[in-house]
């Protein structure tokens, strides 16, 4: 069983996660969840066999439409009416990688026994994952609080042999793909619709995703940052524990702790200095990029709570003989707090920027724009625009979706989280600021051969060794373009250890 991952009571963790993808475990229902999903469905099938009561979603309508009262024969079809007319997503589509995790999240939802589910339904989407079994997700249609239907409902076609999915980079249309593996087709039973449907694991499985690219891009903007201040001549002052101590952030503390180590050896950062203090792009540094770390601690807790839960609605309650129809799938959780990672990590983006600003201004014996003879080049010049506009971009998409609202449903879904545009415009964002710190990364490593040949710390010369295999130093204009793109490509490339992202946080115990 060392390749399988067991659901289980046991929370999940971002760690976990993340090696159940990278070692390409299969997944396994643990005899407690088993035991737990079968007994719940139990008790929902007895109790629609002994009461005539309404229950919304299971003998009901659904919205507006939950006074409806429905036939016992059609129980059947009003589930399978409900995935069919709700899997009304558009846009592009969900990359494979985060629609995977959107099954692990599902599948550990139904796990609890509280969504009166067939055993049959989980061990399906158990099938879809182990075999890497995509159902085509679009980005939009979710308005984030009656769950994530649309991306949920598109999530589920396949169950029923309905729409389209990808396997082993083939497109299938649903029925072909379960005649291909000689699957029939689920028969959704009372309720099930409803749990597949309800839930916010759209929001939360790119919030999981979110979090691995923001970890691994605020580590490397540290490293950036530290080729920065060595190759602007910048002070190593604000950087020590005392000022740290005094206003003790946690992420503050990390950050300036970090830059030490990262130029350890550095005969630039030794070196006397002429001027008294750096800008505040520099200067302020464990300041703005640990109030971000801060930041991402903060959004873990609530997506680790929010993956470890129940967010689908009616919830069963078996032992209690209740069954209670609430909100969990109400996504304002996940919303304000990927709202928060959007404008903690557009932060890194824009310092980022005013680093790049201030090594191309031929201030401190760098020459304009980091070039030889500056007028016949335009050097660095543009690329900074280029930084410019992609991080007034992110302000704007850094605006906060969860002020947002708007009714559906005829008024019954009357306030809505907007948790789903939030998710989104976040991984655009942090995508841009993984461009926006290559840009940097091509700045201050051009900037350093002109301190040659003095060198920064042996740690950061090595990291710039192997960036250099990549992109070489500029001695006159060419079309930077495939540059800015090598180093993007390269900073994807660099395999840093989740471990050492999540446990030691950057080589300081996590608090």
């Keep these: 069983m060392n390749n399988y991952h067991i659901i289980s009571s046991e929370a999940l963790d971002i760690v976990t996660i993340y090696n159940i993808f990278k070692e390409k475990k299969k997944l396994k229902l643990s005899s407690e969840s088993v035991e737990k999903i079968v007994a719940c469905k139990t008790y929902l099938d007895g109790k629609l066999a002994n009461s005539k009561k309404p229950m919304y979603g299971i003998n009901t309508g659904f919205g507006s439409l939950c006074n409806t009262k429905i036939s016992e024969s059609d129980l059947s079809k009003l589930q399978e009416n409900l995935v069919m007319s709700h899997a009304c997503g558009t846009g592009e589509r969900v990359p ?11 599948i550990q939802s139904l796990s609890y026994g509280h969504s009166g589910v067939q055993l049959k339904t989980v061990e399906r989407l158990i099938d879809f994952f182990n075999n890497d079994i995509f159902p085509f997700v679009f980005t939009q249609g979710s308005l984030g609080a009656s769950g994530d239907l649309a991306p949920l409902a598109h999530l589920a076609l396949p169950l029923l042999g309905k729409g389209n999915v990808v396997h082993e980079g083939e497109n299938y249309h649903a029925a072909e793909l379960l005649e291909k593996f000689n699957w029939e087709p689920i028969n959704l039973q009372a309720k099930e619709g409803l749990a597949l449907l309800n839930g916010t694991q759209f929001m939360s499985a790119y919030g999981v995703y979110l979090l691995l690219m923001s970890h691994k891009t605020s580590y490397l903007a540290d490293i950036i940052a530290a080729i920065s201040l060595d190759a602007f001549d910048g002070r190593l002052d604000p950087f020590h524990d005392l000022v740290h101590e005094v206003r003790p952030h946690p992420g503050q503390r990390k950050v300036a702790r970090r830059f030490n180590e990262l130029l350890e050896g550095s005969e630039l950062i030794s070196r006397e200095k002429e001027h008294v203090q750096d800008p505040y792009s520099f200067r302020c540094i464990p300041q703005v990029h640990g109030a971000t770390k801060d930041t991402l601690d903060f959004v873990e807790k609530v997506i680790l709570t929010e993956i470890n839960s129940v967010t689908d609605n009616p919830n069963i309650f078996s032992e209690e003989d209740l069954i209670i129809s609430g909100g969990n799938f109400h996504g304002q959780p996940l919303a304000l707090a990927l709202d928060y990672l959007k404008i903690a990590m557009a932060e890194i983006g824009n310092i980022s920027e005013r680093r790049i600003f201030q090594l191309v201004s031929g201030l401190r014996g760098l020459p304009a724009f980091l070039v030889d003879n500056p007028g016949l080049n335009s050097g660095f010049m543009i690329p900074q625009y280029t930084a410019a506009s992609i991080v007034s971009a992110n302000k704007q998409l850094a605006t906060p979706a969860s002020v947002d609202s708007i009714v559906s449903s005829n008024g019954q879904e009357d306030h809505v989280s907007m ?20 840009i940097e990364l091509m700045n201050a490593s051009q900037a350093l051969e002109f301190r040659r040949p003095l060198k920064t710390s042996p740690l950061l010369e090595s990291f710039l060794d192997y960036y250099r295999k990549v992109v070489p130093f500029i001695k006159e204009d060419k079309v930077l373009h495939n540059d800015i793109e090598n180093s ?4 994807k490339d660099v395999d840093i250890e989740v471990e050492e992202l999540f446990l030691n946080n950057y080589g300081v115990e996590k608090h």
């Design 96 to 106: 494979e990688s985060v629609v995977k995790v959107m099954l692990l999240l599902k």
């Design 419 to 438: 948790g789903a545009n939030a998710a989104t415009q976040a991984f655009t964002l942090i995508r841009n600021v993984e461009r926006v710190i290559a």
């Design 488 to 491: 993007i490509q390269f900073l």
